[in-house]
Structures are given as structure tokens and as C-alpha cells.
């Protein structure tokens, strides 16, 4: 109901400080999204969280550490000695006077063998008690990254939102207050029919035949012909004396339609 042919109102929708914003589609909900993304958005809203499981020492007990050890050898071992020794002597004697002498040979041959084993097994058994720190750990998860919603996505997010209210659901936004609200309106349902629908085209139709809505081509044409009186203006010249020369006497032109269309809307206008 905004826009018809040259005439656009959509400013008009962000001059009152009191609003009422209802379910809305197409250009008309992106609209809306973006003042509701703009007066609401925070650039820590949280997207995703990615976090990871960790271990650190959150402190430390004593406790008594039992040490058991046992040890066992054995060994074995076998020695064998032999040994041999021989002789021969030859010995001869004969006495003083005696003419035979006595001779006398021997021989001798010693032979010692020896075998020895050896066996030994020994065993130790070691018991111990002592008293150490223990480490406690506890497991934790650490954040690893973090992503947040940016200005685009809280948009489209409130787009969305905008698109899927019911009928009698709105944001408000009032002045002097900051906050925006979440309304539920009691509805007084109207029945509906083609009177209904006429009367609503006819107040549409009376709205855009109001002497207060001027097309983009009447605005135009009015600031052509106010920029056509300002440079149309004879120059000011400045003599030695620092005094302005005397205005000549001009003689007023008559107005041209279009001047005269301005003139009554001038007149016309409550606000001057």
C-alpha cells in the first residue's frame, strides 16, 4: 500500500516511535528483519562451540607402595685332575777287600687321578614398604574454538521469525523504551466478504488521492523550477565601498500553470 507507480511512503514506516510489526513475506519481512536485526544485534551471540576432553592434576594423596622381589641361582661345576711321575735308579757298591761288587737297579712309576663336583642352589626373597606421592587427575573439557552469529544470519534469522507469525502475533517497539517485545493481540475477528474488501481498496485509493502524497515527478519538477529562480537571480556586486547597489525595479512575471499548482498546494499545505 506504500508504493504505487512514482509514489513511495516506505519512509513513513520509520517516523513513528511507537511500532507494531505483524507477520510479514517477501521484500516487506527482509524490511522488517533488517531494523529488528539492527536495534537487537549482538556480535557475541553464539553459533558453535567446539571443545575437546582433557586431563590436568587437580592435586595429590599419599600412599604406601609395597615392594616384594625374589631371586634364586644355582651352580653347577665338575673338576678332573690327573697326574703321573716315573723313576729308575741304578746304584752299585762293593765293599773294601771284596772283590764283587753289589749292584742293585730300581724303578718306580707313581700315577694320581682325582674327580670332583661341585653343586650349590641359593634363594633371597626382598620385602619392602615406602610411602609416595600420587598424582590426582581429572579429566575436563577446554574450548577449542567458538564461532558467532554475524549481523547477516541474526537478519535472515529474524526473517524468518517475521514470516512465521500467526495472525494477532507482532514485535513492538515503543518510544523511549529500548526494548522490543513479543505481543500476542486479542483479535476481534471481522467476517469477511467483498464489502469488506471494497472498503479497504476505497480507503487505499482515498489515501493515495490525498493532497498530502505528491509523486517523485511533482517533487522533481518543483526542485527544477527552484533551482531555475536561484540561478536565474541577477548577481550581487560589490562596489569600493562595501555597499550593495540598488535592487532595479522588477516587474512581476505571470505565473505559469505549473507556478500556480505550487502556489495552492502552498496554500493548501497545513504545515506552513
Not at 18 to 43: G, K, Q
Not at 78 to 84: G, I, K, L, M, N
Request: hydrophobic share 30%.
Amino acid at each position: 500500500q506504500l508504493e504505487r507507480g512514482e509514489i513511495d511512503l516506505n519512509g513513513l514506516i520509520w517516523q513513528a516511535r511507537s511500532r507494531l510489526m505483524f507477520a510479514n513475506d517477501a521484500d516487506d519481512a527482509d524490511r522488517i528483519a533488517h531494523e529488528l536485526a539492527t536495534l537487537t544485534y549482538d556480535p557475541k551471540r553464539l553459533k558453535e562451540e567446539l571443545q575437546s576432553l582433557r586431563q590436568r592434576i587437580a592435586g595429590h594423596h599419599r600412599e604406601w607402595v609395597h615392594n616384594l622381589s625374589n631371586a634364586s641361582s644355582t651352580m653347577r661345576g665338575e673338576d678332573v685332575s690327573e697326574s703321573s711321575a716315573s723313576g729308575a735308579s741304578d746304584s752299585r757298591a762293593q765293599r773294601l777287600g771284596d772283590p764283587s761288587p753289589t749292584e742293585s737297579t730300581g724303578r718306580t712309576r707313581n700315577e694320581t687321578k682325582g674327580r670332583s663336583k661341585k653343586s650349590s642352589t641359593s634363594e633371597s626373597a626382598t620385602e619392602g614398604r615406602s610411602e609416595t606421592l600420587v598424582p590426582i587427575h581429572e579429566d575436563f573439557y577446554e574450548i577449542s574454538s567458538r564461532t558467532y552469529f554475524s549481523f547477516d544470519e541474526q537478519r535472515v534469522d529474524w526473517a524468518k521469525r517475521i514470516r512465521s507469525k500467526r495472525a494477532g502475533e507482532a514485535f513492538g517497539k515503543f518510544k523511549d523504551d529500548p526494548r522490543l517485545y513479543d505481543i500476542a493481540i486479542e483479535q476481534h475477528r471481522i467476517p469477511e466478504g467483498p464489502a469488506i474488501e471494497r472498503a479497504v481498496e476505497e480507503l487505499v485509493a482515498e489515501n493515495f488521492e490525498s493532497e498530502f502524497f505528491r509523486s517523485a515527478a511533482s517533487v522533481k519538477q518543483e526542485e527544477e523550477i527552484l533551482r531555475e529562480r536561484i540561478l536565474g537571480e541577477p548577481p550581487v556586486i560589490l562596489d569600493a565601498s562595501g555597499a550593495l547597489p540598488e535592487a532595479p525595479a522588477s516587474v512581476d512575471a505571470p505565473l505559469q500553470p505549473s507556478d500556480r499548482r505550487q502556489q495552492q498546494a502552498a496554500e493548501n499545505d497545513p504545515f506552513t
